[in-house]
């Protein structure tokens, strides 16, 4: 899911950390001393506006536990 990050401007690692997330994550920074800092919110806020997460698939436990059960059942020939 991506995030809207405004590191407070008197901190450094606040800002080392948002470059990172933006790097890796490809989230977006916005610094509050930019002369148009409300411009680029505002904006970065209606991109996002009715953002909606797409639901996440199974963790590798649960489908490796699946297809454990299909190769079972198949070579018993338990499954149509």
Known sequence: MKQIIVP????????????WYVRF???I???????????Q???AIKHFKGF?????QK???????????II???ILG???
């Open 59 to 69: 963790d590798k436990k649960t489908i490796i536990a699946h297809a454990k059960k």
């Open 29 to 39: 920074m916005i610094n509050q001393r930019d002369h148009d800092f409300e411009f």
């Open 8 to 19: 407070i401007p008197r901190t450094h690692d606040q800002y080392d950390n948002a470059k």
């Open 78 to 80: 338990m499954r149509d």
């Open 25 to 27: 994550y490809n989230d």
């Open 52 to 56: 909606k997460k797409i639901r996440q």
């Open 72 to 74: 079972r059942e198949t």
């Open 41 to 43: 919110l505002a904006n």
